[in-house]
Structures are given as structure tokens and as C-alpha cells.
């Protein structure tokens, strides 16, 4: 699914340049459960957001499911991070004044689905992540885990085919990230593509392959039989 190649990624500082990525090569296959663990500062979240087409490499080249990523222009990458891609990070990123549910059908807003099919799918994605009866209850009236939840279901509401994850226990509860992992367990085992960020080693436990980065480089590369969803 994944495919990158010699992957770089510049940052100027003044007079200074930092190489956030320097270098890097990997593949991921369709249906993986991959984390990406790391310091601060040791390109991870880069290279999430360069495999998330939220930024774009200095030099190098990124294919997803075959199609040359690099070089696309902005409206490209836009429809790519819509149909083919879902986000999930520490932060939840609700819209405080919406319902869960209008959280929800953002993405099919911006994809032009027509409102009856928006609503009839955000409830079903809503009662995939075990959230159907707090359907109309905004941010403020939810727990952490039920808002990470919330953000979930917006993420998988396109059936993407990629999901990636940057911290998504970071503001959790140790007892609310193991619900949360199980919750990448059981979607993974569906076929999607899990890609998380982690500094944290029992949850980078979840997943089948370890990538660990130091100063942009991939220091290590561990595969190993994933846990089964509960």
C-alpha cells in the first residue's frame, strides 16, 4: 500500500538546516498495523504527516496504493486525504458546538453527500465505535475516550483504506487507551491499515511492526505476531 524511497525532509532555521527526515525507505502492505515510535524530534510525526499528505518531502518519493504522491498539487493531495485516508490525533479536533453526530459527517459535507445518507451513515459509524446513544451529545458532555471515539468515527466515516494515528492515547487514561487500542485491533482485523505514533511502548505492543526512528533515520525495524482484537 505504502511505498517510500529515500525520503527527505528540510527545515531551514535561519541560517540553520534541520533534516527532519534524512533519508528514509520503507514499505507498508495493505492491511498492517504499524507503529512509529521515537524521541521528540526524531522525524515520526513528519513522517506521519508526510504519509498523511498533510506535508510534502524535500527530495525523494512516496507511492499509496500505486499512484506517485509526490508532486501532487494541493487539490490532489486534498481529495487523496478525503477518500483514501483517515485521521485521528491527541487532541480529538471536535467542533465544540457541534453534536457527535454533526462531528461526524464533516467529511461526507466536503465530499457533497447528501444530507438524509450524511446522518444514516455518521449513526452507523457512531454505533461501530459503541457511541450510538451519545449520538447528540457535543464535546463538552463527553469523556476523553468517548471523544476520542467521536474522532474515530469520523475518521473511518469514508471507509478509508488508511487510517493513521498521531498520539491517540497521549491525553488518555491508561484503562480508556486499552479501548482505544482495542478499537484499532478490531477495525485492523477488518482490513484497514493502521499506522499510529507512539512514545509509549505498551501500546506500540498492539501492533504487528515496530518502526523505531532516531534523528530522522529508521534505527529499527521489528515485526511480530499483533494482538487479536477482544
Not at 74 to 94: H, K, M, P, T, W
Not at 195 to 217: C, F, K, N, Q, S
Request: glycine share 8%; charged share 25%; proline share 4%.
Amino acid at each position: 500500500m505504502i511505498k517510500i524511497r529515500d525520503l527527505k525532509k528540510r527545515y531551514k532555521m535561519g541560517d540553520q538546516e534541520l533534516w527532519a527526515l534524512d533519508g528514509v525507505s520503507l514499505e507498508i502492505a495493505g492491511g498492517e498495523f504499524v507503529a512509529i515510535m521515537g524521541a521528540s524530534g526524531s522525524g515520526k510525526s513528519t513522517l506521519m504527516n508526510v504519509l498523511g499528505c498533510l506535508d510534502s518531502p524535500t527530495s525523494g518519493d512516496y507511492e499509496l496504493e500505486d499512484a506517485a504522491i509526490s508532486g501532487c498539487k494541493d487539490v490532489e493531495l486534498a481529495r487523496i486525504r478525503n477518500r483514501s485516508i483517515g485521521f485521528v490525533f491527541q487532541s480529538f479536533n471536535l467542533l465544540p458546538r457541534m453534536t457527535a453526530v454533526e462531528n461526524v459527517e464533516l467529511p461526507l459535507l466536503y465530499s457533497q453527500v447528501r444530507a438524509p445518507e450524511r446522518r444514516q451513515r455518521a449513526l452507523a459509524a457512531l454505533g461501530e465505535v459503541g457511541l450510538a446513544e451519545r449520538v447528540h451529545h457535543r464535546p463538552n458532555q463527553l469523556s476523553g475516550g468517548q471523544q476520542q471515539r467521536v474522532a474515530i468515527a469520523r475518521s473511518i466515516i469514508n471507509r478509508p483504506r488508511l487510517l493513521l494515528a498521531d498520539e491517540p492515547t497521549g491525553a488518555l487514561d491508561s484503562k480508556t487507551s486499552e479501548e482505544i487500542m482495542e478499537l484499532f485491533l478490531k477495525l485492523n482485523a477488518e482490513g484497514m491499515t493502521v499506522v499510529l505514533v507512539t512514545h509509549e511502548p505498551d501500546i506500540a505492543t498492539y501492533a504487528g511492526r515496530v518502526i523505531r526512528l532516531r534523528d530522522g533515520r529508521i534505527l529499527s525495524d521489528e515485526r511480530k505476531k499483533s494482538r487479536l482484537p477482544v
